[in-house]
């Protein structure tokens, strides 16, 4: 996606650690335009798929989420970070990795608004290592769902995340690819 | 705003402690065409304003301001929680008293992202005894910027909120006012 590209080459900066911080559009300030744009392209991706709900975590991932159901003109649902140790027996849960924070996170998801008959699209902000998609792919396995496909807004082609998911048969969408990062600089696949 | 009071009315549900569960359509799943309207509502009440930026607390005010954001035509931005102890210097930073919770929270924005020239309108899906408005204006403060308001999706008029935020000259705008909770039935204001 062009539009996109423009804009993590112009306000993307690259952080130690490859952490590519593009928090003045997509994760802390946010382009409503933009994030259209994007809920737009996975509608296109996806709109011949049946999806009937589009999943996410929260935080940043929620407002490609929101374009992505308003597009489709699905439900979203976000799953929730947990805090409290116990769980509570009307909520779906997984444990996500975080390899850049080097912690572990439970998310859940209520009983209520996953069923055995949803087709799901899951979006996220990143693709890195693909922890947080296959976690909420655990929780979609819990409910009975189908899993339509993956909508990555930037994937990190240099993790593994993509090979991963395609090896567990999960259908990827990244609307950009990060092939590398050249001394300080980002370079797109193709 | 008829269409939101009927949701509340068809979806939402009274737990113990006057808590309203909305989230069905609000808090974790969302509505992506409820919330279209409700940026539209937000649109036509603060459009005259010469707002610049909307300003919102992960999670559950992101949807409704990324929605407010794409009808105004400007960039939003949300204050992150945060986890650890010591705060950038690079951040704007407030403390937020949950009163449901019970615990305080800080609350960051990036000082990339709000500046003296700006004019910010401050979205929520809650308005209870006004912690995350307050806490969102003293950042708003920190920054220099001008306070246009507060949009509020549903207020419960019968905590102290909006009179405390009223008192302090925040012009507040609340789509759904619910007057009292009677047998565990909502009424709204008129």
Do not use: W
């Not at 590519?20 to 996975?42: A, T, W």
């Not at 996500?96 to 087709?119: E, F, H």
């Amino acid at each position: 996606m062009e539009l996109l590209k423009e804009k993590i080459l112009k306000e993307g900066r690259v952080l130690p650690g490859n952490i590519i911080k593009v928090d003045s559009f997509l994760n802390h300030q946010i382009d409503p335009l933009l994030i259209k744009e994007i809920g737009k392209e996975f509608c296109r991706r996806f709109g011949d798929r049946g999806v009937s709900k589009v999943l996410t975590i929260e935080a940043s991932g929620i407002p490609v989420a929101v374009m992505t159901g308003l597009e489709l003109n699905v439900p979203v649902v976000f799953a929730k970070k947990q805090k409290v140790a116990n769980i509570s027996e009307n909520v779906f849960s997984s444990t996500i990795k975080s390899y850049t924070k080097g912690t572990d996170s439970t998310v859940i998801v209520s009983k209520d608004y996953l069923n055995d008959m949803d087709r799901v699209l899951i979006v996220d902000d990143f693709l890195a290592e693909g922890q947080a998609v296959l976690g909420l792919s655990e929780i979609i396995k819990q409910s009975g769902a189908s899993l339509v496909g993956a909508g990555i807004v930037i994937e990190k082609g240099f993790q593994n995340g993509y090979k991963r998911l395609r090896s567990l048969g999960i259908h990827v969408e990244s609307l950009a690819v990060i092939k590398s990062i050249e001394q300080g600089k980002i370079v797109f696949d193709i």
